[in-house]
């Protein structure tokens, strides 16, 4: 793996093909997996942006075929990922409805042991404009284990408890979208808020753990990881994402 955009101290953003790299991954390397695939929702529709018209269109990587093509691209990059995870390793996989049941179900049949579901309920999402539907509000992230026998994932319950008011936390998650000062360096279609990743990663990891992300677009999960001093390696194969998650990285002030 040769192709870094990034490289300095514990993270690394790599150029490349996810399922290449993947491969190239040594045997349970990885502590956590945190993964915003393609939604596949590219399909010439129009959604709403900041209260006009725009395309659904996010590029050639948001588009498939056929149900069975994105089944199968699910099962493809889901198994690279199981064989890399540690023994008690978890994985988290954001998605809509678009994408989201076809994970589930490429998880069960990897092997995996789906922990929760949790729902991301949006406090500002974009109105729908056909008002042919209820508005579309939520997101899924599913959290799943390797389900090796004996195998105990890692789960901070008293740090979670203590976030949430010393109150057990609940598997709804209330938040704005990405703010505009997050996207100063760039933007991304689907850029995910940093309070949602540090809420993932430190619900189930520990400093100085390794998190990969194998869909890093601008970079947010390595962003998150370095403030809270995790590891990270993020993959993707779009030169200018990397380009805008380099300089993020660069401008943190810890």
């Given at each position: 793996?040769?192709?870094?955009?990034?490289?300095y101290a514990?993270?690394?953003?790599?150029?490349?093909?996810?399922?290449e790299?993947?491969?190239?991954?040594?045997?349970?390397?990885?502590?956590?997996?945190f993964?915003?695939?393609?939604?596949?929702?590219s399909n010439?529709?129009?959604?709403?942006?900041?209260g006009?018209?725009?395309?659904?269109?996010?590029?050639?990587w948001?588009?498939i075929e056929?149900?069975?093509?994105?089944?199968l691209?699910?099962r493809?990059?889901?198994s690279l990922?199981?064989?890399?995870l540690?023994?008690?390793g978890?994985?988290?996989?954001?998605?809509?409805?678009?994408?989201?049941?076809?994970?589930?179900?490429?998880?069960?049949?990897?092997?995996?042991?789906i922990?929760?579901?949790?729902?991301?309920?949006k406090?500002n999402?974009?109105?729908?404009?056909s008002?042919?539907?209820?508005?579309?509000s939520?997101?899924?992230?599913?959290?799943?284990?390797?389900?090796?026998?004996?195998?105990?994932?890692y789960?901070?319950y008293?740090?979670?408890k203590?976030?949430?008011?010393?109150?057990?936390?609940?598997?709804?998650?209330t938040?704005?979208?990405?703010?505009?000062?997050?996207?100063?360096?760039?933007k991304?279609p689907?850029?995910?808020p940093?309070?949602?990743?540090?809420?993932?990663?430190l619900?189930?990891?520990?400093?100085?753990?390794?998190?990969?992300?194998?869909?890093v677009?601008?970079?947010t999960?390595?962003?998150?990881?370095?403030?809270?001093?995790?590891?990270?390696?993020?993959?993707?194969?779009n030169?200018?994402?990397?380009?805008?998650?380099?300089?993020?990285?660069?401008?943190?002030?810890?």
């Amino acid at each position: 793996m040769n192709n870094f955009v990034y490289n300095y101290a514990d993270t690394k953003l790599l150029l490349s093909d996810t399922f290449e790299a993947l491969s190239k991954f040594k045997f349970e390397s990885v502590d956590m997996i945190f993964a915003d695939p393609p939604y596949f929702l590219s399909n010439g529709g129009f959604s709403n942006s900041g209260g006009k018209v725009v395309s659904v269109n996010k590029g050639d990587w948001d588009k498939i075929e056929s149900l069975e093509e994105k089944y199968l691209f699910n099962r493809r990059w889901l198994s690279l990922c199981r064989n890399i995870l540690t023994k008690n390793g978890t994985l988290w996989v954001s998605g809509s409805l678009h994408n989201i049941y076809s994970v589930g179900m490429a998880l069960e049949q990897e092997g995996y042991k789906i922990l929760n579901n949790i729902t991301w309920q949006k406090t500002n999402p974009a109105p729908n404009l056909s008002k042919r539907y209820f508005t579309h509000s939520t997101e899924t992230i599913l959290w799943a284990r390797k389900n090796e026998k004996n195998a105990k994932h890692y789960y901070n319950y008293e740090l979670m408890k203590e976030i949430n008011g010393n109150r057990q936390m609940k598997d709804v998650w209330t938040g704005a979208l990405t703010s505009q000062s997050e996207k100063v360096m760039g933007k991304h279609p689907t850029q995910k808020p940093e309070y949602l990743l540090e809420r993932i990663i430190l619900a189930s990891t520990k400093k100085n753990d390794v998190i990969l992300d194998p869909f890093v677009g601008s970079g947010t999960t390595c962003v998150v990881a370095k403030k809270l001093g995790r590891k990270s390696i993020g993959i993707d194969n779009n030169i200018e994402y990397l380009e805008i998650a380099k300089r993020r990285l660069e401008n943190i002030v810890i």
